[in-house]
């Protein structure tokens, strides 16, 4: 019997891999604009699509939701697109993701009311969510190597440059529905990648060979998926939790009368600086010491740097700075590890669904995780010692790589 030759796809050429690099540096680090550009708009633009005043709390609880939909969104995006990239193609799905971040965050510009901004933000936050893994995993399959780590770990950290491009646009545009037009780059950008992008090589020879196809929850990947499931979600939970509130804990160590605008703009600096100059270094220290060897020794120094920051210190010093700069660099390299390590767990036949699986399952208990922050305060005396509580995820995520390979 005649045995049918399967055919193999070319290779990409270094040239497209830096074209599909630099696309996919503009989705991603766009994607950081979009999920905080409502945040610093909202006191201005809340009133005007209520079209009356609001008070402090209507603020507050519309902003809520707002918010919280937008996350929502972006949840759902990641599992959703996750599925689809492994069905139609890396390119086409980054194409979609980018193309409906883009076009919804276009439409705020025109919405005539808060019920429909909702609408908008959550299909935005679809596209993010979308775009924050189809990224990671395109490129992680079209990237030799040797440097695979190194260009994902700079990926990593275009989402806080994006959030500091939203800085930007908040001085620049006082008018919050003129910000808003920035979403036609993302068109354009989605446009551009399929039209100039190739598809993945790696993608298109497990699709041509039949004998390939795996699920996700198939007895090989199962406990890939917990296990990666059970890092991210506990690094996201720590990670956030502490993001969150340092701020409003380091307001509490400042004296009596002090309203503590420059400390928490400075700490929050440090946080965004850390994290992405540890995104950077994430790719250089698993190049050298290897994947796993480096998330261990993140895991304990960011257990290690939580116990110092949120135990010596009983009053706000100049060594807070220092040790806030410290964690927040564990935290970027944590970030840029897992975009590397994570992927890789799985095969290419069902990496895209596997990885989504992996990045927002945890997302749903995140959110709920943080919210616990106001109880754990009355019972353990203080936002330090509840802060204290959020680096025990980290001791999870340790044991955890410590079982896995």
């Known amino acids: 019997m005649e045995t049918l030759e399967i055919p193999r796809a070319e290779p990409i050429s270094v040239s497209q891999k830096w074209l599909a690099f630099t696309l996919c540096v503009v989705a991603y680090t766009l994607s950081g604009t979009v999920s905080t550009l409502m945040s610093v708009y909202l006191p201005v633009a809340i009133p005007e699509l209520t079209g009356s005043t609001v008070s402090e709390a209507e603020l507050g609880e519309i902003g809520a939701y707002v918010n919280a939909i937008y996350l929502y969104g972006w949840m759902c995006g990641g599992l959703l ?107 354009v950008a989605a446009l551009l990648i399929f039209l100039l992008l190739p598809e993945s090589d790696r993608w298109r020879n497990v699709r041509n060979d039949p004998s390939s196809q795996e699920r996700i ?130 095969p290419f036949a069902v990496r895209g669904t596997a990885t989504g699986f992996c990045f927002n399952v945890g997302r749903f208990f995140t959110a709920t995780a943080v919210f616990f922050i106001g109880s754990l305060v009355t019972v353990l005396g203080g936002f330090g010692n509840a802060l204290l509580v959020f680096s025990l995820p980290f001791v999870v995520a340790l044991v955890a790589t410590i079982r896995g390979r």
Request: aromatic share 10%.
């Open 81 to 187: 697109f996750g599925v689809v990239s492994d069905r139609i193609g890396r390119k086409k799905s980054l194409t979609l993701v980018t193309a409906l971040y883009g076009i919804s965050t276009c439409l705020v510009t025109v919405v005539p009311d808060w019920y429909l901004l909702l609408v908008v933000r959550f299909t935005a936050g679809m596209g993010v969510g979308g775009v924050l893994l189809i990224t990671t995993v395109y490129i992680s399959e079209i990237w030799e190597d040797r440097s695979r780590a190194v260009i994902l770990g700079v990926l990593a950290v275009c989402f806080p440059i994006g959030i500091v491009t939203t800085g930007s646009l908040n001085l620049l545009f006082s008018n919050w529905r003129t910000a808003f037009g920035i979403g036609i780059i993302p068109v």
């Open 217 to 346: 929850f198939d007895v090989r990947n199962r406990p890939n998926l917990i296990r990666g499931s059970l890092i991210f979600g506990a690094v996201l939970i720590g990670l956030w939790g502490i993001f969150s509130w340092l701020p409003t804990w380091a307001q509490t160590l400042l004296a009596s009368g002090r309203d503590g605008q420059q400390e928490r703009g400075l700490l929050m600096v440090l946080l965004g600086m850390g994290g992405i100059t540890g995104g950077v270094f994430s790719g250089i220290l698993m190049n050298r010491f290897g994947k796993k060897t480096t998330l261990l020794a993140t895991f304990a120094a960011c257990v290690v740097m939580c116990g110092i920051l949120f135990i010596t210190n009983r009053t706000f010093t100049g060594i807070i700075y220092i040790e806030t700069a410290l964690l927040a660099l564990c935290f970027g390299i944590s970030q840029g590890a897992l975009s590397s390590y994570i992927p890789e767990l799985f």
